[in-house]
């Protein structure tokens, strides 16, 4: 190939790439979803009809940005850095609201109780992101993934890092006031869309009312199991009918993963933010 041909084709490759970027989804919603058409039901947006979650790794898909998290040295606070290809930071003025928030960090623990939380962090003008880091997680080894929207291409941004231990771990248990049910899905083969349904339930089974959070009625993270870094899938419930039940069901749907073992935790609010777990087996 002659070096005309060579600049030429390069050239075309960049082309490509610039109008393929262009042509992605604009919002968090879109681009996690298959195809965003929300529908907003007295201020809280539920997933539409033909919307789906995916399952993502953040470093397959090569996102120009890296995820940088240090914690203190007696692991109660943490502090990231969101560095795009100039070796800048983003700053909070950089990065769009998305689900009445800027930053969406998911932390997952590494063995013990596999324990899970879903963060916000505040930026700060030297533009380090800081947080607390829950109880919970405290001493145990760490996988950090983050979604954000740039403002200026409103293009949604992903990263993950992994977070090691800096202390011992003192054997945190944690205890759900909720409970989920059950899970039924419409189908537990490998990529295949499924819907999950989570039926839950009060304190010992007493009505439980779901109140929003993050401007949706509940928000659920899935994490591998088998393979601790293989990526995560968040999602969004869809509008069934049975949200507002004594014993409600939140219905999501989900492109599945590869075969295996994963853990879903749900993100819920009844007058005060609660984290329950279930287990899910996607088959070949």
Request: some cysteine; proline content about 7%.
């Amino acid at each position: 190939m002659t070096t005309q041909r060579q600049a030429l084709f390069i050239s075309f490759l960049a082309v490509a790439g610039f109008f393929g970027l262009r042509a992605l989804p604009d919002t968090q919603c879109a681009f996690l979803h298959a195809d965003h058409q929300p529908v907003i039901v007295d201020g809280v947006e539920f997933c539409g009809i033909n919307e789906e979650a995916n399952f993502y790794s953040p470093k397959a898909l090569q996102f120009p940005v890296e995820l940088k998290v240090e914690l203190s040295a007696d692991g109660t606070k943490g502090e990231l850095r969101l560095i795009k290809d100039d070796g800048q930071p983003y700053y909070g003025h950089e990065i769009a609201v998305s689900h009445t928030q800027k930053v969406h960090l998911h932390l997952r623990q590494f063995g013990g109780a596999r324990a899970y939380a879903h963060l916000h962090p505040m930026p700060g003008d030297d533009g380090i992101w800081r947080f607390d880091l829950p109880a919970k997680l405290r001493g145990s080894a760490l996988e950090a993934y983050v979604d954000f929207a740039d403002l200026r291409t409103s293009r949604v941004m992903l990263a993950q890092a992994a977070i090691p231990a800096v202390s011992i771990f003192d054997g945190f248990v944690l205890h759900s006031r909720n409970a989920i049910v059950s899970m039924e899905a419409s189908t537990y083969k490998s990529g295949e869309s499924a819907t999950l349904r989570l039926r839950l339930s009060g304190p010992e089974g007493k009505p439980l009312k779901l109140l929003p959070i993050m401007g949706s009625l509940g928000h659920a993270v899935v994490f591998s199991v088998d393979k601790p870094a293989a990526g995560y899938a968040h999602m969004h419930p869809t509008l069934e009918g049975g949200e507002y039940a004594s014993n409600p069901t939140l219905s999501f749907r989900l492109r599945l993963p590869p075969p295996g073992t994963y853990d879903l935790w749900l993100n819920l609010n009844d007058g005060q933010e609660e984290l329950l777990r279930t287990t899910l087996v996607v088959t070949p």
